[in-house]
């Protein structure tokens, strides 16, 4: 009764009723990552983040490696980081603190010799092709130091 009484107020005094809010999305609060060990599980996430018209990202890093540390505790938990993560890209993650021979012969595919490494794909026709012949293609972007939220942004809006 009073939502109808304060309509009939607002519409008698020559104002309108304020539009509905709209639903809002479905805010990403935390990354999802995706542990990879071997090219077949890279590649199987290549075709996933195709399929669904995302980039890849694949976050190589160490317990013992501090920028990765940083970049975990600071950049990777940024809100806005988060969101932008969360909704345009797969998360591929290659730990590397204690690797098998598989994922220490993944990290030098990927290029990965010096931590942190963070490789970045948009995930073109031409880049799923060569994933899913086994090969890895040149990425669109690398981050291999700590990067600040501010100076991550506009490389992941770039994507």
Do not use: Y
């Not at 020559?14 to 999802?32: H, K």
């Not at 590649?43 to 990765?68: F, T």
């Not at 806005?80 to 220490?104: I, K, N, Q």
């Not at 090969?135 to 942004?153: I, N, R």
């Amino acid at each position: 009764m009073h939502r109808s009484i304060g309509f009939s107020l607002l519409v008698a005094c020559g104002g309108t009723a304020p539009a509905p809010s709209p639903e809002p999305e479905s805010e990403v609060t935390e990354l999802r990552w995706r542990e990879v060990t071997s090219d077949a599980a890279l590649s199987k996430l290549a075709a996933e983040a195709h399929a669904n018209e995302l980039a890849l990202m694949l976050d190589v890093r160490a317990d013992w490696c501090v920028p990765c540390r940083e970049l975990e505790s600071k950049t990777f938990r940024d809100p806005a980081v988060v969101a932008l993560l969360g909704r345009g890209f797969v998360l591929a993650r290659l730990d590397v603190t204690d690797p098998s021979p598989e994922a220490e012969a993944l990290q030098m595919r990927v290029g990965g010799a010096a931590m942190p490494w963070v490789i970045f794909w948009p995930m073109t026709s031409s880049e799923a092709k060569a994933f899913a012949d086994g090969e890895v293609p040149p990425p669109a972007k690398t981050v291999s130091t700590f990067v600040s939220a501010q100076e991550l942004l506009p490389l992941l809006s770039a994507l």
